[in-house]
RNA sequence: UGCCUGAUAGUAUAAUGGUAGUACGACGGUUUUUGGUACCGUUUGUCUAGGUUCGAAUCCUGGUCGGGCAACCA
């Protein structure tokens, strides 16, 4: 355990306020999304933090749901967001909700209006807006202002009576129409929304602002580091005022840089538009962002937990280059994905000195990288295979280690062969290769002396069973679509999707588990498509593998 | 033009006044029955100008550039 690896803010603070005594040394995050869509990569890496902040130090974890504006929100996130959470591999001390404390933080709106530090509002979200003035310019105080308190007492118990329609009041903290900082020039607590809520139905009409609910929330359940993004930082003078004059348990904000990965979006807004608008087919199109996406694509949650550890927390902008996701994905598959052996784009190889209807039956173990190799399965050989389009040449570069007129390649688990002839079709394209295979060559007592620079693989023709494949690329042209002139979907990738209606997989796949991973040899990992069916299989690529091969 | 933030290889991230390090990427090599994996190597960096100091990525001052802030959204 000499490893030491340095800290980063987050956990230097926690680190300091637990060697000051800070609350007894408890610790207590929370994750609070609002329930309003799906969650992305870039939730992950906020789950990834508060979750792995508390259990570093020792210290648990709340799910809250931020639902303080019923028309966006639904029970639907809420269950694919729990999902979402639990499959990371996280388990939150308690689930809660902004709305369980609609109470409460009724009753603290009241306390502030009895300290004269709320008012009552009749003025329009226009005229508010008008009257904040600008950054440069201090805004001016209205007459509903200097409203009494016992008129702002009466008048707030008849806007929760459901007295008043939408916008017609609203309830604002008194602190300075001249702040520096905007968020301070009397922000509202407090709209009225005669609007049905997920959880408390029909009982409010009136509904508390994010910046009236969050800290409060923070502060009830005595949460010890409130962690969000950057764009909240003008937001923390407001939270801590709350918290100061409510005398409320003093949970304190941090703030930290939030994910960017190029060639993608992750706004819910404009993932919502792409759903919308039909570029991919659902929120868990495997081209998606969102960890349901992620989930279909074949990523585990290893693979994400350790993308959020490798891409550290800071406060400046950031954008990660999707290769390392792929990077991540690709050190956990290669050590628990089983090999397998399925032709892409094939091509018919004809073995010519082989018996016509022989059949032998080779091994080939399921994974080289685990001890034993995890057992294996058999192949049946014949004098048909099906191989890979793109391994023969008919007029092969230099260093080509496949297929072409008189060179040799190891078909993987069985024999040596070497390319004799070809035939080809009216418009040119290959359609037969001729073998003549080396039969002391066999895979496991090979005598022939011979030593080959490439392995391919192969499926034998009366033996292959067929799927559909599923080759998956980055979903746009461009490293950051948000930031190109235009429309965002400008720059989507027309080729993000490729289907191959017919590949020819080896006969064990059709036991394949869905939300295992698989390695086709050579051709990258894949995982059955949740349309899977027995009579139509259908494989997704995660990732493709490293491919170091570069035609010369 | 106000306030708040931030700036270290291509991308991220560390060094907390004392040798600028790590990962991914790229490039090259060794091993290999996956052009994968593993292993080894190479490459490239402190935004800028001053100042403090024996010594500055780090502290100070000015500038430059990036991001955020004027929702009855979160």
Request: aromatic share 10%; net charge negative.
């Amino acid at each position: 355990m000499s490893e030491e690896r340095s800290l980063n803010f987050l956990e230097e603070i926690v680190e300091e306020d637990i060697a000051a005594g800070k609350n007894g040394g408890r610790i207590l995050t929370r994750f609070p999304p609002e329930p309003n869509g799906h969650l992305h990569i870039g939730h992950a890496k906020s789950i990834c933090l508060n979750f792995g902040l508390a259990l570093k130090y020792g210290g648990k974890t709340n799910l809250r749901f931020d639902d303080t504006n019923p028309t966006k929100e639904e029970t639907e996130y809420v269950d694919s967001i729990k999902e979402d959470v639990k499959w990371l591999g996280f388990e939150w001390a308690h689930e809660l909700y902004a709305s369980d404390y609609f109470d409460k933080l009724y009753d603290f709106a009241v306390t502030l209006i009895k300290k004269g530090m709320a008012y009552v509002d009749d003025s329009s979200a226009e005229e508010i807006a008008a009257q904040k003035g600008t950054p440069t310019e201090p805004g001016i105080p209205n007459q509903y202002r200097s409203r009494g308190i016992e008129e702002n007492l009466a008048l707030f118990a008849e806007m929760k009576a459901g007295k008043y329609p939408d916008g017609a009041k609203v309830l604002r903290a008194k602190i300075d129409l001249a702040a520096p900082n905007m968020h301070l020039r009397d922000p509202l607590m407090y709209r009225i929304k005669h609007a049905h809520h997920h959880r408390t139905g029909d009982k409010w009409c009136i509904y508390p602002m994010y910046d009236f609910a969050h800290g409060e929330s923070d502060a009830i359940e005595e949460i010890t580091h409130s962690i969000c993004t950057l764009e909240f930082i003008p937001h923390r003078d407001l939270y801590n005022w709350f918290i100061e004059k409510l005398e409320i348990f003093p949970s304190k904000q941090y703030e930290f840089a939030r994910l960017n990965l190029n060639y993608t979006v992750m706004s819910k807004r404009k993932l919502l538009q792409l759903v919308e608008d039909k570029h991919v087919e659902d929120w868990d199109d495997p081209r998606m962002p969102t960890i349901s996406g992620l989930r279909r694509r074949g990523y585990t949650p290893a693979s994400i937990r350790d993308f959020c550890d490798r891409i550290g927390v800071a406060k400046r902008e950031n954008m990660i280059d999707v290769s390392l996701l792929e990077f991540c994905i690709r050190e956990d598959l290669n050590k628990t994905a089983w090999r397998r052996m399925v032709v892409l784009d094939p091509i018919k190889m004809i073995i010519t000195n082989y018996p016509e209807a022989q059949t032998e039956t080779m091994f080939s173990e399921n994974n080289p990288e685990a001890e034993g190799g995890e057992g294996g399965r058999e192949l049946p050989f014949s004098n048909e295979l099906w191989i890979e389009r793109e391994d023969f040449m008919e007029e092969p570069p230099k260093k080509f280690f496949r297929l072409g007129i008189g060179l040799m390649v190891r078909l993987k688990s069985a024999y040596i062969v070497k390319c004799d002839s070809f035939t080809k079709d009216a418009s040119g394209n290959v359609t037969e290769i001729y073998c003549t295979y080396i039969p002391e060559s066999k895979s496991g007592n090979d005598t022939s002396g011979i030593n080959v620079k490439g392995t391919i693989h192969w499926v034998s023709v009366p033996h292959a069973k067929t799927a559909e494949v599923r080759l998956y690329d980055r979903l746009f042209r461009v490293e950051d679509p948000s930031n190109e002139d235009g429309d965002f979907k400008e720059y989507l990738n027309p080729d993000s999707l490729q289907i191959l209606p017919k590949a020819y997989i080896e006969a064990d796949l059709a036991k394949a588990i869905p939300g295992k991973g698989y390695q086709f040899i050579r051709k990258g990992y894949f995982t059955l498509d949740k349309h899977s069916t027995a009579d139509k299989l259908i494989f997704s690529r995660t990732v493709t593998l490293k491919d170091g091969w570069k035609t010369p």
